[in-house]
C-alpha cells in the first residue's frame, strides 16, 4: 500500500536553532516528492519539488533531501525564525492513475519559540 | 491574480441541510480538486476534475458532489450534511492534472451539528 509516513508528529525548538524533519514513504511507481507548508488557516504552500534525481533542493532556509533508494527525505530549516511555526507536510506523487496519484503525510506540526 | 478563491470561509450547518462549497480559480487551470482536513489524518482527497465537463471519485466520495461546468467554478455539494462531515475542506488547482505544483485555497470551516 502506498503510504507516506513524517516523524515528528509535533516538535518545539527556540527561534535561531536549526531542525529537521523527516519523511518515509513506500509510493511505487515513483514520480516525485514534495514538500508543503501549512500556516495555521490556511491553506497548503509549496516549498519544494525534487524528482527521482535529485537528491537535495533548496528554497532560501529550507533545504530538502531525497534519498531515493532509501525511500526518505528529510526538510531542513536553518535558522529557524516565529514565521516557520507551522504545519510540514509531504506528498509524493506517483504515476498513472486519473486524478494525479498524490499521496499526502499526516504533517508534522512545528513551533518556534521566541 | 487572486488565485484559487473559497467562500464562505466557515459555516455552522445544521445536520440533514443541504450545502454547497464554492471554489473559483483564475488561473485557467485545468485540473481541480477538494480535499477535507482532519485532525490526526492529513488531507484526503475527496473528488477531481481533469478538465472542465468532467468529474472522478477520490478516496473519500460518500456523501459529496461536485460538478465542474467551465473552467474556473468547481464547487462541492454536501446533499444532506452529516456530524461526521465537519471537517477543513480545501480546493485546490493544477495547471494540467500531471502538472508538477498544486494550489490550494485558505480553506473552508465546516461545522455540521
Known amino acids: 500500500k502506498n503510504q507516506v509516513e513524517q516523524s515528528p508528529q509535533s516538535l518545539i525548538i527556540l527561534e535561531g536553532k536549526n531542525c529537521t524533519l523527516q519523511c518515509n514513504y513506500t509510493v511505487s511507481p515513483f514520480s516525485n516528492l514534495r514538500w508543503y507548508k501549512q500556516d495555521t488557516g490556511r491553506g497548503p504552500v509549496s516549498l519544494t519539488i525534487?524528482?527521482?534525481?535529485?537528491n537535495t533542493k533548496s528554497n532560501g532556509r529550507y533545504t530538502a533531501t531525497l534519498d531515493a533508494d532509501t525511500k526518505q527525505s528529510s526538510l531542513h530549516i536553518t535558522a529557524s525564525q516565529l514565521s516557520d511555526s507551522a504545519s510540514y507536510i509531504c506528498?509524493?506523487?506517483?504515476?498513472?492513475?486519473?486524478?494525479?496519484?498524490?499521496?499526502f503525510g499526516k504533517g508534522t506540526k512545528l513551533s518556534v519559540k521566541p | 491574480i487572486a488565485g484559487i478563491t473559497q467562500a464562505p470561509t466557515s459555516q455552522i450547518l445544521a445536520a440533514g441541510r443541504r450545502m454547497t462549497l464554492r471554489c473559483t480559480q483564475d488561473?485557467?487551470?485545468?485540473?481541480m480538486y477538494w480535499y477535507r482536513q482532519d485532525l490526526g489524518l492529513g488531507l484526503r482527497l475527496i473528488h477531481y476534475s481533469n478538465t472542465a465537463g468532467t468529474t472522478g471519485k477520490g478516496e473519500v466520495p460518500d456523501g459529496y458532489s461536485v460538478s465542474r461546468a467551465n473552467t474556473d467554478d468547481f464547487p462541492l455539494t454536501l446533499a444532506s450534511a452529516v456530524p461526521s462531515q465537519t471537517s477543513v475542506y480545501f480546493c485546490?488547482?493544477?495547471?494540467?492534472?500531471?502538472?508538477?505544483?498544486?494550489?490550494f485555497g485558505a480553506g473552508t470551516r465546516l461545522s455540521v451539528l
Open positions: 525534487m524528482t527521482f534525481s535529485e
Open positions: 488561473m485557467r487551470h485545468n485540473a
Open positions: 506528498v509524493v506523487r506517483s504515476y498513472g492513475g486519473s486524478q494525479g496519484n498524490l499521496i
Open positions: 485546490a488547482s493544477r495547471d494540467q492534472p500531471d502538472g508538477n505544483i498544486q494550489y
